[in-house]
């Protein structure tokens, strides 16, 4: 859903061939292989990988996009929810990863993209455990790009700032006021409005393309200047 499967729709409208490793992947738009796996198991994964590159015969992109949630401060998540998130967001990367490498080391344009996040860098409050989560994407993203530029595979990421997906939409839905909890969370982005799923898949798509085949080791800020910019508030207030 949100990035993931927007991103496999513009890779497969561009004329890839897409494979989504899902939880659950019925349902999926015409044109897109759904492939059942969960990237905290190890043999699921590979199993997975491996039978995408053998009906495409080839595997050139891996965009790595799995993850989950998580709210609170230091205190506020259990040792559970920790290993939970940490397992999913950061090893179910390097899982795929892992069993992806033999394939993409005979593609001729190999590339590998990983979803990380402003948070990574920007300390947002109630975020901890996903923001630790995020920074390691972030460091394993430049320590991935460091070993296998060499082999001819790129490694880079995407850093989205709030994105309207269904995970969003969620943790709105839990306030008391949904439209005014939307309408706050729209005035706290620089550009008024969240990022888009669209926005961080065209973004994904490029780092994906031998278009950007100099980008190794890059982190592509998709946040709409949430990070980068300072706004002096408007005239009155």
């Given at each position: 859903?949100?990035?993931?499967?927007?991103?496999?729709?513009?890779?497969?409208?561009?004329?890839?061939?897409?494979?989504?490793?899902?939880?659950?992947?019925?349902?999926?738009?015409?044109?897109i292989?759904?492939?059942?796996?969960?990237?905290?198991?190890?043999?699921?994964?590979?199993?997975?990988?491996?039978?995408?590159?053998?009906?495409?015969?080839?595997?050139?992109?891996?965009?790595?996009?799995?993850?989950?949630?998580?709210?609170?401060?230091?205190?506020?998540?259990?040792?559970?929810?920790?290993?939970?998130?940490l397992d999913?967001?950061?090893?179910?990367?390097?899982r795929?990863?892992?069993?992806?490498?033999?394939?993409?080391?005979?593609?001729?344009?190999?590339?590998?993209?990983n979803?990380?996040?402003?948070?990574?860098?920007?300390?947002?409050?109630?975020?901890?455990?996903?923001?630790?989560?995020?920074?390691?994407?972030?460091?394993?993203?430049l320590?991935?790009?460091?070993?296998?530029?060499r082999?001819?595979?790129?490694?880079?990421?995407?850093?989205?700032?709030?994105?309207?997906?269904?995970?969003?939409?969620?943790?709105?839905?839990?306030?008391?006021?949904?439209?005014?909890?939307?309408?706050?969370?729209n005035a706290?982005?620089?550009?008024?409005?969240?990022?888009?799923?669209?926005?961080?898949?065209?973004?994904?798509a490029?780092?994906?393309?031998?278009?950007?085949?100099?980008?190794?080791?890059?982190?592509l800020?998709?946040?709409?200047?949430?990070?980068?910019?300072?706004?002096r508030?408007?005239?009155?207030?």
């Amino acid at each position: 859903s949100g990035i993931g499967l927007a991103t496999a729709e513009l890779l497969r409208s561009r004329g890839a061939r897409v494979a989504a490793l899902d939880l659950k992947p019925d349902g999926l738009p015409d044109g897109i292989l759904g492939v059942q796996a969960d990237v905290t198991d190890d043999a699921q994964v590979k199993s997975a990988v491996d039978t995408v590159a053998e009906r495409f015969g080839r595997l050139d992109v891996v965009v790595n996009n799995a993850g989950i949630g998580a709210v609170g401060d230091v205190a506020a998540n259990s040792d559970e929810e920790w290993l939970r998130v940490l397992d999913v967001n950061v090893v179910g990367m390097v899982r795929v990863a892992r069993h992806a490498l033999p394939h993409l080391r005979r593609s001729p344009a190999a590339a590998i993209v990983n979803t990380c996040s402003i948070v990574a860098w920007a300390g947002m409050q109630q975020r901890t455990l996903y923001s630790a989560s995020k920074g390691a994407v972030y460091a394993l993203t430049l320590a991935m790009a460091a070993d296998h530029v060499r082999e001819g595979i790129r490694v880079n990421c995407v850093a989205p700032g709030s994105a309207d997906t269904p995970w969003i939409d969620r943790s709105l839905r839990q306030a008391p006021d949904l439209q005014a909890a939307r309408d706050a969370l729209n005035a706290f982005q620089p550009m008024g409005r969240l990022v888009t799923a669209e926005e961080v898949a065209g973004a994904i798509a490029y780092l994906a393309s031998p278009l950007s085949g100099a980008s190794v080791g890059t982190v592509l800020a998709v946040d709409g200047g949430m990070h980068g910019i300072r706004l002096r508030p408007p005239a009155g207030q």
